[in-house]
């Protein structure tokens, strides 16, 4: 959340003062910035701490984990206290004693070093380091070299003045050296202009006044909330406790407060202060005694009272009188020390000063018990007697000072500073009062006197007791001239008001130690951070502001507990905020956008909540409303649905700051900021502080009446005026759309396309008028080079006549069949069963029936006249039938199914202009041909096109990057596009209001046409189906283009709502359009030389050496791959013999014939080196050609690895076996991109590499199984155990292989050692001896084998045969090798065209009686050459003539005696093929026949075949009356004999009575290809035309189809 950004501690504290300086410098330099340098400081504290924890924990992994198999956690203990943390080693109980020496580098304390046993079987060691040095904190802050963003703000030196009062408001709690750093960070220099001004004046009182302020404030944050009191200071009445009152029902805490800006060090307090009898001594006890006696005896008498003095000083002798007191009052918890006066002895100094001072005792009017010591007597005479030597002494001198002395020298006083006692002080007092104490003092004078006559060293001073009388009673002005400081001397000379001094101790509370002024802010907010999570500072400030507004009032020094409650809640609503501001600062405005409904609305008076139902840039225009209004920002916010904070919404809207506020409830009911319920309670609460609320509500929300305020009825939209002045404005601005430059004025000639819609969005509005400067897309072909092939139209060939349950027309008129087969497939079950379509079969167009739905009305015929066509409503297909399959002569407006194949004639090329007015295309071409070209150069003809009227779009979306994020919620439109429109499927960026734009003009037709490139290249059958429900959701009017490779064509999920209008594929090029290729590459990459001459002769050579390129290379790669790769190859050769003509030397025209392999690792090298160059730095050193394959050993295994993993769809598992075989880093990853041919990226925590192209992966798919297949590699083995070989999708990899296999490959080292088990191993692999189980019936592995023959030059055909000789699979082999050299045959056993004919023409019938026939047929037996002449005869006959003709030859051919005889070629020229002439007519006993003559020879096996395939053809759709059992089971038993057979690679009967047994669910896979039977030879039939491996699994418990997909039967199916 960006309040969590904004305050975490794990932000970037750079970033967020760059962010802070932007926003608030200006407008909060006195409000906020307190806050802020404290929170960039705890900020910068965490992040240096967490940096340490990094260093810390990388040495540990260093000190055990490079050593030791253990996992290494670090635990914070709190995000507070980042600084408290410890780290967890979990290890192998084994291992305990090798942790334990590698942590003694790291720790300390040893004893922290102590294993703990865990339930899972492993150890454990917890430890903590040593603390957090500070200077280790501040020397990461200092050296970190984030970069702060450029303030965007009025001018750099009012935001650094701005910054300067932030930090000298928040001096008083920041580390210096921390805010150095930040100083440093942000630019301000700071000087400190005021270090040497000490404070005078008001200065000096001024830090007091602050002291008792943070102390209200305090006070009034900790007072119990639950009960009435109040909060009193300065209040007469208080004595000298009027510092603070705190005055509850029950107690009473009286409170005075001293602070003092001296070093606590050099400023305690002693007993001397509180003894002292000035009065006016801030520590004196007199005083505070005098002002505990009058509050005890007041008013608050009754309560209990609690006496406090709080001081940030010590007391320096305290354990001498003092001690700790434990008294609870939770409203003074501090911290420091609470202290009070200990019983006893210790006490009397302290008695005695109180009553020395005391205006209470002074004024006491009671009797006196006066009791003085002798002692006290002695100490007052000696003082006296001293002090009257002086005076004398003096007075002797009068001789030498004229002046009298008496006077100067007798006016002296007697206070603290003399060596006597309180009580000695108060008898010199009493005895200038008194004559009985005077007159003791002289007696004990005199004594002493008369002891000094007697002793001759010392003289009496006088015994004239008159003078010293006259001495020490003297006055002058009535007042005596020798002065005490005793005001009462009877009340310290007796026990008056003992009790009272006593309790007064008792109940006077020292709190010393306390927090200064700053400490005591820092514990405020540190105590209210507990409760306030945010802006403590602001809160503690508006606290503190409230408080001192309210005692500034001359009047007023009262605070009641409702006025403090009201208070805190404002001040924590103010507070709280914070919360929601900054998702309100997310929200722009734009001025001249305000909506003048709710301006009327904010002026007026009376009115304080209005309902406005919720819209796209609303808030933007609501913002730019209220601002202007309230004029700054933090005077509204938002309180959106999505905020996680909206449980303190309610307590934002009691402060004060927030004038206006904004509700959103137009989310779903889990997403709004409150109940409804809730909402009267706020709007009451607001209405009384006079704020101003919109409720955002959704269409039609009948939980809001009237009660919630006036419904306003608002335009979201921007007005048309407004956004053609802002159009006339910027009428030259440039905005891309989708890679491609238009000018503002030229997207928004059009309103109601979708630019101009997306302006009039304020959210959109900014974006688009802010976009910087897009380049627009290249070409983004090596060399900018691209030459067009044609394109040429596929005509749709469908199986018949399946074709007709697929086509929905009203009229089907067929060409090509006669009535009675067409009644004959109408009345078969699959026709039946289709009870959705009536098929009704009509003789003349005329008879049709008015429209109906789901009735296909059928004809025979070949045209339509146009009053045909309109009589049907254009809904018409006309087909032509031939040979079992059917094309489409002409149709009208019908959706075509995708045929089951396409024929490409060169006469139906197509113009790439037609195609751009075609709704729905596919593009079908093998790997090469140049289908992401074509989409790209499609794309780059747009970008480069200037348009006229009307702007449009291009987009080609590269399928590769497709992602399946089905998890992803689709709100709106923009959702539907996002997955398949950004930055990795387009290459360029979609920002909303693009999406937006893009959407709405889907909706035009015309406007949009989509290139979806590279079908093929989607594995995930999850994103086939995603890519399938986006295409039938994208609005009719978009044109699509789809390309693919033929494989994957079948798989193309067909929309429902568009018809295939064009079938396409691209030609391969022509001998011309190659050479222009070679021409304008070689041109391209020379375009800085300039002799063209020169670039000629190049060109010359080039030609000549790519036109001496093998034709089978085109079987592989395709002409346009081909030459890309052929003329990258050549490139620094090019640059060389430009070099040489230069330098006068000739270029040789050689001829070289390159294979694939060769074409391709030639490219490979001129990458690698270009890679070993940039990161090396060896161009200088690869001419050695080993020194490249060698250095980039790792990277090339890297690229195998993923290409393996990727082409054959498999875990990631695969990748991370492959790469623990050799050298590998992650980092690594990061530098794959440099070699030219891959993109990085991490998908779910896994890299991903998107080849350049898919035939580089396929290439590096097929290096990985050769050497794979060399090191037993199970990953690879598990490839080939899966029959993938057999699927078409992996045909170009396997070939790619095959040429590996037989070539000098420089990516396998030590070739020549390796060959002979790199083909014996990859070829046997092709015959299936790492498979479990071989290809039943030949043909995938016959088709395997030839397309992979198919690209091998004659040379490498002739290594492989004498490579492999003593194989067990080379007489194969050669096989295959002779017929691919003779044949088109792709498969062992020859699948023949049906040899029964069927024609349409009138032939005349011949004689059908029984008798004739079965001579007819004796003959054609007789004679092994007649066998067309019985063809000829059997379709010569009519329908029952024929039945009654196949029935005879059966009972014929059962009877003779020709297929026991071994050396008879009867069978073979006659027997057997004729059996296939029986028709229904098969049987169990012509099947021992076959299997007898199969035996012999291999020729008759495959004979044998053929017949059954031609009596299939012949019986299949049609009712066979009763026998249809029957022919079933010989047509098992025929094929079960023939499996059996010495020619079938010895499967055994029990192996096809499985395949009997899962024959049915084929049906459920093949459908329309299987509706007129569900027999057993069908399935195999289909198998083989498809070209499908048929496989039996080891336990024969499933039989499995491989193909272009693969299905799996099992015998447990139903």
Known sequence: DAVDEFYSPKSDYSQVISSLRRDFAVIYAKRIYEETIETLTVVAKRDAVCELRGSEGEKLKQLISDKINCEITCEVVTEENPEEYSYHVVFAPADTEQVKVALREFVKNQEQIEAVDLHDGKSKIKITPADVDNKDILEIIETNDKETVAPQAPSDENIQADWKQALKLGERIIDQSLKDAILDKIGVEWEDETSEILPDGLKRSLHGILYQWSLLIWVALKADNEKQFQLITEAKGFEKFDDLVLNYDDRIIFLQAKHSLKKPKRNNYTKKDFVDNEYKGEASLAKYFDSWYILKNGKYKVKDGYYVFITNRNVKDSDDYLENYDVNIPELKLGGRTLRFKKGDSRKDFITAIRASSKEVADYKGDYNIDIGDDVYEDAANYLEKKFKIFINEKRKENENKKKNEEKN??????????????????????????????????????????????????????????????????????????????????????????????????????????????????????????????????????GKKVLIWFAEPKISVMGSDEIKSMIEEAKGDAYRFYFLYETLKIDTLEGTALPEIKNFLETKDQYVVRIENAPGLYLRLAQTIMEHVKYIDKYAFFKGTSKYLEHAQTAMNGTQIQVAVFDYSGNDDKVPFKVTDLPNILESSKKKGKKIILLIKENDNRFDDEFGQELKVESELPDNFLDRVINIQADKTV??????????????????????????????????????????????????????????????????????????????????????????????????????????????????????DVIHICIGNSLTEEEKKQCYTSYIILDVDEGVATIRENGNVRLPIGNSYSFLKENTVERSDIKSKNFCVVSADAGRGKSSFCLNERYEWVQKEETGNYSWVVRINLAFLESNDDTPQ????????????????????????????????????????????????????????????????????????????????????????????FLTLNQYTDVQRDDYVRNYITSTLKEKTDTNNIEKIVEKYKEMITSSPDNIRSTLGIPLESYLFCSGFESDMFADYEKLENGDDIKRTEVSLSAIDLFERFLKGKLSIFLDKHLQMKSKLDKEYLIYASTTSYTEILKAFAFKQAFSLDYHVVKNALNECYFVDDMMQDVEDTGLVKVEKRGGEHYLHFNHTTYQEYFAALKIVFGLLSNNVDVQKIFKEYKHYMSVFQVIFQFAAQISLSDSKFLSRFDLIQERIVYNLWG?????????????????????NKCLNVLSDDSLESLLKLTTDTSWHRKLCKAKKGFSDSDYNSEILIQDPPVERTLKEIKPVESGTEEAKKKIAKFCNDKNSLNDLRVYINSCSWNGQREVRKILAEELISRIEWE???????????????????????????????????????????????????????????WNGNEHGIRDAFYYAIGLLLESSHSDSFSKATFLNLRKVSNGLLKYFGDSAEYTSSFPKMLKIAMEAGYAVVISENCEELSFIGDNEVKVSRKDP
Request: aromatic share 10%; glycine share 4%; net charge neutral.
């Open 971 to 1062: 709100n709106s439109d923009k959702d539907f596009y996002k997955d398949f429109l950004n930055k990795k499927t387009t290459e360029v960026a979609w920002p909303d209001w693009q999406l937006e734009a893009f959407t709405c003009d889907t909706k035009i037709s015309g406007m949009v046409r989509i290139l979806l490139d590279g079908f093929d290249e989607i594995k995930d059958k999850l994103i086939i189906q995603k890519l399938g429900k986006w295409m039938l959701n994208l609005p009719r009017e978009v044109d699509l283009i789809l390309t693919t490779r033929p494989y994957a064509a079948h798989n193309i999920p067909m929309p429902d709502n568009r018809n295939l209008d064009l």
């Open 410 to 543: 007798s006016a002296f006083v007697i206070n603290g500073k003399a060596r006597i006692s309180n009580k000695a002080r108060a008898v010199i007092k009493l005895a200038q009062e008194c004559n009985d104490v005077l007159n003791k003092i002289i007696e004990i004078i005199t004594k002493k006197i008369e002891e000094c006559n007697r002793n001759a060293k010392d003289k009496p001073v006088t015994n004239n007791e008159a003078d010293f009388k006259k001495w020490l009673t003297a006055k002058e002005n009535d007042e005596f001239k020798i002065k005490t400081d005793i005001k009462n001397a009877k009340g310290i000379l007796s026990n008056v008001l003992l009790d009272d001094i006593n309790k007064f101790l008792d109940q006077y509370i020292l709190k010393v130690k306390q927090p200064n002024f700053g400490e005591m802010f820092n514990k405020i907010k540190q105590e209210i951070s507990f409760e306030i999570k945010i802006a403590a500072n602001e809160f503690c400030r508006n606290v």
């Open 1325 to 1345: 692999a092709f015959y299936g001896d790492v498979s479990e189980s071989k290809d039943v019936l030949g043909v995938a592995e016959a088709n395997l084998i």
């Open 736 to 853: 891309n759309l989708a890679g491609k430059n238009f000018s503002l004025s030229a997207l928004t000639k059009d309103k109601n396309a979708g630019l101009y819609h997306a302006l009039k969005q304020i959210l959109f509005l900014k974006d688009i008028l802010e976009q910087p400067s897009v380049k627009k897309l290249d070409l983004g072909l090596p060399c900018e080079v691209y030459i067009r092939n044609e394109l040429v139209r596929g005509k749709h060939v469908y199986q018949w006549p399946s074709v007709l349950l697929e086509i929905k027309a009203n009229l089907l008129v067929i060409n090509g069949t006669d009535v009675n087969e067409l009644c004959k497939f109408l009345q078969h079950d699959s026709f039946k069963e289709n009870k959705k379509t009536e098929y009704r079969f009509i003789e003349k167009i005329s008879k049709m029936d008015d429209k109906e739905e």
């Open 1461 to 1519: 005889t071994e050396d008879d070629y009867w069978a073979l020229d006659f027997g057997i093929p004729a059996i296939g002439f029986c028709g229904e007519f098969f049987s169990i006993n012509l099947a021992d026949k076959l299997k007898i003559r199969a035996e012999f020879w291999e020729n008759n096996f495959k004979l044998a075949l053929t017949s059954l395939d031609t009596i299939y053809d012949a019986v299949s759709g049609i009712i």
